[in-house]
C-alpha cells in the first residue's frame, strides 16, 4: 500500500535550519514525482519543492529558492527537504506528495499527486 512518512519538524529560531524527510512505501522514486508543500494558519497550502528522480529535475517556489535543497537518498526510498536561513513565514506544516505526473510545468497542482503524508510541523520563531 502506498504511503508518505513525513518527519524532521520542529521549533528553530529565525535564521536556523531544519532537514525534513519523506520516506515512501508501497513504491520507489523513479516511478513518482514528489512534491512538498506547506500550509501557513489562515493560508492556502502551497507548493514548495518538486523532485523527479527519473527525469533528473527539481523545482522551487521563488519564496524557498536559494535556501532550500530538495534530495534523495541512494536506496530511492526518501526524499529530503534541507532548509536553511529560515525565516518566520516559513511556519508551516510541511507535507510530501507523491504524483505519477511528471511535468514539471505542473507541479504545483496539488490535484495531480494521489499520496500525502501526515505533514510536520514547522515553527520558527522570529
Known amino acids: 500500500q502506498e504511503q508518505l512518512v513525513e518527519s524532521g519538524g520542529g521549533l528553530v529560531p529565525s535564521g536556523g535550519s531544519l532537514r525534513l524527510s519523506c520516506t515512501v512505501f508501497g513504491f520507489t522514486l523513479h516511478y513518482a514525482a514528489i512534491g512538498w508543500f506547506r500550509q501557513a494558519p489562515g493560508k492556502e497550502r502551497e507548493g514548495v519543492s518538486y523532485?523527479?528522480?527519473?527525469?533528473?529535475?527539481?523545482a522551487y517556489s521563488d519564496s524557498v529558492k536559494g535556501r532550500f535543497t530538495i534530495s534523495t537518498n541512494d536506496a530511492g526510498n526518501t526524499v529530503y527537504l534541507e532548509m536553511n536561513n529560515l525565516e518566520p513565514e516559513d511556519t508551516a506544516v510541511y507535507y510530501c506528495?507523491?504524483?505519477?505526473?511528471?511535468?514539471?510545468?505542473?507541479?504545483?497542482?496539488?490535484?495531480?499527486?494521489?499520496?500525502w503524508g501526515q505533514g510536520t510541523q514547522v515553527t520558527v520563531s522570529s
Open positions: 523532485i523527479s528522480v527519473r527525469f533528473d529535475v527539481t
Open positions: 506528495a507523491a504524483s505519477p505526473h511528471t511535468d514539471i510545468s505542473t507541479w504545483r497542482y496539488q490535484g495531480l499527486y494521489d499520496y
